[in-house]
Structure formats: structure tokens, C-alpha cells
Nanobody
């Protein structure tokens, strides 16, 4: 398993920005594709974005494409999600995990970080 700790969430007005971080330990972070997921109240957890282990390729859910940017720093074992032009529908708890395609690889999740976007 990989231990994951998300941070950087908060309350922001619509149109604002936030940068999330995910600190990883317990596995060789640099060998895993990584991704962000989110879960809104009363909804299933959904895929948001993923990045290749090398950082050379990324993929986004249609709902965030053009607004969110995923990146990683393998030297720091850290994954990032820069979120811009936030909308109320982006309100959710955000989680990171290693990925296979758009599916989470590990069963264990971090505590997540709450993002709340007010209209």
C-alpha cells in the first residue's frame, strides 16, 4: 500500500483557484501513475485527473478539462492539482491514489481534503 496525505483544500468563491497537494510514502512514488479523485455529498467517488509516472502525459475528466492541471514532483514524492475557474459543482472531498487507467490502484485512501466553492 501507499500512504497518502492530501492537503490544500478550503473555501473559495466561484471563479477562484486552489492548489491541492498529496504527499506519498510507503511505496516508490516515482514508479506509479497517480491520479486525483473526488467525492461530492451523496455521490460516488469519481475520477478527476491522472498523470504518468514520468509526468510526460496527463488525462482529465471532461468536467475539469481546461480548468485543472495535474503535476508531480518525484523528488518530493508529491502530487499536485492546480484548480482554476472553480465552480460550485467542484465542491467535494478530493483524494489522491495510484491509478490503473482511471481506476484507483490501492484500496487504502488518505483522509482527503475538502474543497468548497461558493456561488
Amino acid at each position: 500500500q501507499m500512504q497518502l496525505a492530501e492537503s490544500g483544500g478550503g473555501l473559495v468563491q466561484a471563479g477562484g483557484s486552489l492548489r491541492l497537494s498529496c504527499a506519498a510514502s510507503g511505496r516508490t512514488f516515482s514508479t506509479y501513475g497517480m491520479g486525483w479523485f473526488r467525492q461530492a455529498p451523496g455521490k460516488e467517488r469519481e475520477f478527476v485527473a491522472r498523470i504518468h509516472w514520468s509526468g510526460v502525459s496527463t488525462y482529465y475528466a471532461d468536467s475539469v478539462k481546461g480548468r485543472f492541471v495535474i503535476s508531480r514532483d518525484n523528488a518530493k514524492n508529491t502530487l499536485y492539482l492546480q484548480m482554476r475557474s472553480l465552480k460550485p459543482e467542484d465542491t467535494a472531498v478530493y483524494y489522491c491514489n495510484a491509478v490503473r487507467g482511471v481506476q484507483p490502484q490501492f484500496d487504502s485512501w488518505g483522509q482527503g481534503t475538502q474543497v468548497t466553492v461558493s456561488s
